[in-house]
Nanobody, 119 residues
Framework: QVQVVESGGGLVQAGGSLRLTCAAS????????MGWYRQAPGNQRELVAQ???????NYADSVKGRFTISRDSAKNTVYLQMNSLKPEDTAVYYC?????????????WGQGTQVTVSS
C-alpha cells in the first residue's frame, strides 16, 4: 500500500513564507511526478506546481516567481517553498503523486493541509 502525507500548513501574514512537505511511503517502485494542488472555498481544485522524475517543473502563472517546488527522490518527498504569500493563496493544499508500484501506475492524493494568509 502507498500513503501520501502532507505537513507544513498554517496561518501566516501577507508577505510571509511557508514550506509544505509531502512524503510518500509504502510499496513504491518509482515516482513519475509529484505535485501540489490547491482548493479554495467555492473554487475548483487547481494545479499549483509539479515536478517530474527528470526534475522538470511546471507552475501556475499566479505563483511563478514566488513558489518553488523541489523533490528529494531518495526520501520520496516533495517540497513547496512559498514566499511573498498573498491572501488569495489561502486554500487547502493537496499533494498528488503519480506512483509506480511494480507494473501498476496510479495517482495518490494526500489528505490536504490548510494554508491561511491574513491581510
Amino acid at each position: 500500500q502507498v500513503q501520501v502525507v502532507e505537513s507544513g500548513g498554517g496561518l501566516v501574514q501577507a508577505g510571509g513564507s511557508l514550506r509544505l512537505t509531502c512524503a510518500a511511503s509504502g510499496s513504491i517502485t518509482n515516482i513519475d511526478s509529484m505535485g501540489w494542488y490547491r482548493q479554495a472555498p467555492g473554487n475548483q481544485r487547481e494545479l499549483v506546481a509539479q515536478i517530474t522524475n527528470g526534475a522538470g517543473t511546471n507552475y501556475a502563472d499566479s505563483v511563478k516567481g514566488r513558489f518553488t517546488i523541489s523533490r528529494d527522490s531518495a526520501k520520496n518527498t516533495v517540497y513547496l517553498q512559498m514566499n511573498s504569500l498573498k491572501p488569495e493563496d489561502t486554500a487547502v493544499y493537496y499533494c498528488y503523486d503519480l506512483i509506480r508500484s511494480g507494473y501498476r501506475v496510479r495517482g495518490y492524493w494526500g489528505q490536504g493541509t490548510q494554508v491561511t494568509v491574513s491581510s
